[in-house]
């Protein structure tokens, strides 16, 4: 299963068709992606897991949003008053 | 130009012979309707008491039908067709802005340009007014590409009508749509929604 995400990981092209968005609007995904991310994050150092797991997240959310929106998200992260649920 | 421009995707090669069937059947029906008219103007022939008329009713209540659904089945066939599920290799994003368009490819590092349309004075001889742009849009070809959409102030919209695309970009909204350039070659589109003063500039 560590293997399957890691060559996963390391095979990335782009983020692939996701079921859960299938319409044309893609703003959740890029959120989803973005919140998965950083859950996937907390949980891992909390229980001391591998975090480069969650490196797929990275990637996916890396490809769909909009660099101005992640870099708007970062600062709001960085100050504690990202609005998601993590 | 007469017409379309020359198809560069498979769906935008099916819309284009989809408008000339439907375009045909347009010119069929106006020019049947224009001769009755022409024929009716024409006659000294008059006839005052009540019709009864229930063959050609039937006829010209069902052969309108039968059209319509001639036309509605490649419409909703292509319509399928363009919503069909697949897994893209590329993704890139394009937000608009006042009056230009910025270019994102995040897949594997962060690379981002923006694209201001060359102005009419600077133009070399040659290049198309309103068209050129500074940095342009590379993108493989026989590729499926996911382009994302979105804007950061107002209401834009970004069209190639050679591809078949024409995706509004609304900021707070991530739109998405395929692309897949069959042949190599330079392909122009202009802002498809008023955005201020400059737009489709």
């Given at each position: 299963m560590g293997e399957d995400i890691k060559s996963k990981i390391k095979e990335y092209q782009t983020a692939p068709f996701d079921s859960h968005f299938?319409?044309?609007?893609?703003t959740r995904n890029c959120w989803h992606n973005y919140l998965d991310f950083h859950s996937c994050e907390k949980a891992m150092t909390a229980k001391g897991?591998?975090?480069?797991?969650c490196k797929w997240y990275r990637h996916v959310y890396k490809s769909l949003c909009p660099i101005s929106w992640v870099l708007a998200w970062d600062d709001l992260w960085a100050e504690g008053t990202f609005p998601g649920k993590i | 130009q007469l017409g379309l421009q020359d198809a560069t995707s498979p769906i935008m090669e099916e819309l284009l012979h989809f408008h000339d069937h439907t375009l045909m059947i347009v010119f069929l029906i106006s020019s049947l309707v224009l001769y009755i008219i022409s024929l009716m103007l024409t006659t000294k022939l008059t006839h005052t008491s009540t019709m009864d008329a229930q063959e050609v009713e039937t006829v010209w209540t069902i052969l309108p039908a039968i059209i319509l659904i001639l036309i509605a089945l490649p419409s909703l066939r292509i319509l399928y067709m363009m919503d069909e599920i697949n897994n893209p290799s590329l993704t890139v994003k394009t937000m608009g802005h006042q009056w230009y368009w910025s270019y994102e490819y995040t897949d594997y590092e962060d690379l981002n340009f923006d694209s201001y349309m060359i102005p009419t004075q600077e133009l070399k001889p040659g290049e198309l007014r309103l068209l050129e742009v500074d940095n342009r849009v590379i993108l493989p070809m026989e590729m499926t590409v996911r382009m994302l959409i979105s804007s950061e102030d107002v209401l834009h919209s970004w069209a190639v009508p050679s591809l078949g695309l024409k995706t509004d970009a609304i900021p707070g909204r991530l739109n998405q749509t395929t692309l897949m350039a069959m042949r190599p070659g330079l392909y122009y589109g202009q802002c498809s929604e008023i955005c201020g003063s400059n737009h489709s500039f």
């Open positions: 299938p319409n044309q609007n893609q897991g591998d975090v480069s797991m | -």
